[in-house]
């Protein structure tokens, strides 16, 4: 995610019905095509108002900026929303799937005990999130996965952590569907993670650590 000014929103990596019956077309157009497509244009206003095109996504997330505190929460709540989003969209396949063993759930089994024990710390983590938010899966530098929530549009620290995967715990993700069914959405969320993708993240993480 080292794109510059101007941002381009990104395609869906599957079709607008791919998800279907679990998540219905509208859904995914108010989602993909709306919300974030929203973020996007007014990221590259606000980059473009305060003169910051030469940075990338993720310095807009990681860097000091100076400027008054309320434009300063804007600009990183647009920059943490596309950034969020972008994870979030690339995160997930259009095939429902179990996890495979790879080096990545080989880690979190030795880590949570089990896969379906992992799942349900993963929910109730989101679950525990009162209002708007996400909750990752995330691999410290040194190579370590835990599980984080943020509230809004906030990242984790990207200096620090590799992220792995995210869910979108906004109502907009899963209301047209789910209603206030939190658990449901996440339920078949969990079912469309990408692993081969997941993996390679963590893979990049482990390739990080400084010999």
Known sequence: MSQRYPFQAKTLPFGLSSLSPYCDPDTLYLHHGQYYAQKVRELNHLVSKHGLTNLTLEELLTQDIKMPAA???????????????ELYFDGIQSVMDTPPLNKLTGVLIGVYGSMSAFKRLLLEAAESLPGAGWVWLVAERSGGPHIVITDNNETVDLRSVQPIFVADLWEHAYFLDDQFNKEKYLDYWFSFIDWSKAEARFEQSRADIPC
């Open 71 to 85: 434009h300063l929460a804007r600009l990183k709540g647009a920059a943490g929303a596309v950034y969020n989003h």
